[in-house]
Nanobody
Framework: HVQLVESGGGSVQAGGSLRLSCAAS????????MAWFRQAPGKEREGVAS????????DYADPVKGRFTISSDDAKETVYLQMNSLETEDTARYYC?????????????????WGQGTQVTVS
């Protein structure tokens, strides 16, 4: 079992930057994939970025390519999402996710463990 706690959300003007963090605890040695998802009011939760920490392989959703960067520390204890050039369309609640299975990717059903989310508001 894995517990995930997000932090780093907040309010920022368009064009600004934020860095989200997700602290993992529990059976972190079994984690194969970690990802960030987001959900705006009235919309489905969508994948933003994923990483396979063992290989460093990453995937990004098209709307964030070139602006967001996902990374993790070597111990798989923390995953980060660096968000630059933020746009109003990036406003959403951002969720960290993890799973013990591969492949990784941006499908919601690929992840069994979820955090409570952190709000990002871009104005």
């Amino acid at each position: 079992h894995v517990q995930l706690v997000e932090s780093g959300g907040g309010s920022v003007q368009a064009g600004g930057s934020l860095r989200l963090s997700c602290a993992a605890s529990g059976d972190i040695g079994s984690i194969k994939c970690m990802a960030w998802f987001r959900q705006a009011p009235g919309k489905e939760r969508e994948g933003v970025a994923s990483i396979r920490p063992a290989t460093g392989h990453t995937d990004y959703a098209d709307p964030v390519k070139g602006r967001f960067t996902i990374s993790s520390d070597d111990a798989k204890e923390t995953v980060y999402l660096q968000m630059n050039s933020l746009e109003t369309e990036d406003t959403a609640r951002y969720y960290c996710a993890a799973d013990f299975r591969v492949p990784c990717g941006l499908r919601r059903d690929a992840y069994n463990y979820w955090g409570q989310g952190t709000q990002v508001t871009v104005s």
